[in-house]
């Protein structure tokens, strides 16, 4: 009797074809409008730097409830908690219906991902053990920026196997969760208790009455921004409170309801547009004005922060990621599904290279605004971005032409 030999990036099961394709649609746009938010920021900070600051450095919010923040922060700790909310959805959506749901189609992107942070940590660790090194940003070079990344498999690899596009996507997924726990774990100085249990109870009302079918935005919204601001006055970052809020919600439809569309994938659809339209091209703009002059480049190329970020991300993360299910391969002894190839792996590898939202936020919050490391971080983030995005997008480029060339043979 002959074994069952398993497959990696085997057929998706139909929660996952969904999952796919509703972020393919949306995150497209996401990337072009992301990509101008990042070039309306260079402009601005080469063109006008004193005005990009100023701007910038607005306060804006009431003091009497410690919301007196810059428009930069405001961007940061506001605008990106839309971001991570929709990060929640996508991670219960996963979890419930798509390829988190099983083990066996689970192990390859989590592992993968886990892989795909520790060798861009380990590297930025060794790259910055020099004397003038800090390893206190060993965590920036760690995150997949997922809307970057599906514009360029938007591009360049419209004939690619649904499977592998899924194996990236949700690869991208995991990355963004455990980016999250890292925020959360590392990067929270002190805990003011009675905000942070109030935020956690004002998020346990939100599932209460969405959970009985009250889902009107007037009473949601309200909900979530009272959720976010306890959180923010916690101490915890307060993104964590748009994912805690993303994952309370029913990922299953329910009798009575839509029976195609549960209410995460309907937040989604009508929340994902919001995220990718608006709240990340605004951090872009607030968060990648970096002014390029001859000493500002000079100071990067000489500083092991910004060569960890950039190697880490160029380098760490096709290494990782590849590793990680090489040895998925070998310990399980499953084989690639027909017709894929390693060097399919490796251009997805590539691509998981591109770092930017959640690096650019990270770095920020391991080295706190002003620091010296700041324009370096971004400047590497944006540089080793920009490479990632054509090394995987040429050898993308090329698996696609495989792929159809295979399918083309075997139509004829």
């Not at 057929?11 to 996952?16: E, N, Q, R, S």
């Amino acid at each position: 009797m002959r074994h069952r030999v398993a497959q990696l990036f085997s057929t998706l099961t139909p929660g996952g074809e969904r999952n796919l394709m509703d972020t393919l649609r949306q995150e497209r746009t996401g990337g072009i409008l992301l990509l101008a938010g990042t070039v309306v920021a260079l402009l601005w900070a080469n063109l006008d730097a004193s005005g990009y600051d100023a701007v910038s450095e607005t306060v804006v919010g009431p003091a009497a409830l410690h919301l007196d923040l810059t428009l930069a922060a405001w961007a940061t700790d506001g605008l990106l908690a839309i971001f991570f909310f929709v990060i929640g959805l996508e991670l219960k959506r996963e979890i419930v219906a798509g390829e988190l749901r099983n083990l066996s189609t689970a192990v390859v992107p989590i592992v993968a991902a886990v892989g795909g942070m520790l060798a861009p940590a380990v590297i930025y660790v060794l790259v910055n053990l020099q004397p003038d090194g800090d390893l206190r940003g060993w965590a920036v070079p760690t995150a997949t920026d997922i809307a970057f990344a599906v514009s360029v498999l938007a591009v360049v690899g419209r004939r690619l196997p649904n499977a592998l596009r899924a194996f990236l996507l949700t690869l991208a997924v995991v990355d963004d969760l455990l980016a999250i726990i890292v925020i959360a774990v590392f990067f929270t100085d002190s805990i003011a208790f009675v905000p942070l249990a109030a935020g956690l109870a004002t998020v346990a009302v939100f599932a209460v009455v969405i959970r009985r079918g009250w889902l009107s935005p007037w009473l949601l919204v309200p909900l979530g921004v009272v959720a976010w601001a306890f959180v923010h006055a916690s101490g915890v970052h307060a993104t964590i409170a748009g994912v805690l809020l993303g994952l309370v919600v029913p990922a299953t439809a329910r009798p009575g309801q839509d029976e195609d569309r549960s209410v995460a994938e309907a937040m989604e659809h009508r929340w994902r547009p919001i995220s990718a339209g608006f709240a990340v091209p605004v951090f872009a703009v607030f968060a990648a004005g970096v002014t390029f002059s001859a000493g500002i480049v000079s100071s990067t190329v000489h500083d092991p922060v910004a060569q960890g970020v950039a190697v880490g991300l160029v380098v760490g993360k096709p290494l990782g990621i590849v590793a990680a299910t090489l040895l998925v391969a070998r310990f399980t002894r499953a084989s690639l599904a027909p017709g894929l190839g390693w060097a399919d792996v490796v251009a997805v590898g590539l691509v998981g290279g591109i770092g930017f939202t959640v690096s650019l936020l990270v770095g920020e919050l391991a080295f706190g605004a002003g620091s010296p490391h700041d324009e370096h971080i971004v400047m590497a983030v944006l540089v080793a971005s920009l490479v990632a995005a054509l090394l995987g997008g040429a050898a993308l480029w090329q698996r696609d032409r495989h792929h159809a060339a295979v399918a083309a043979a075997g139509n004829r």
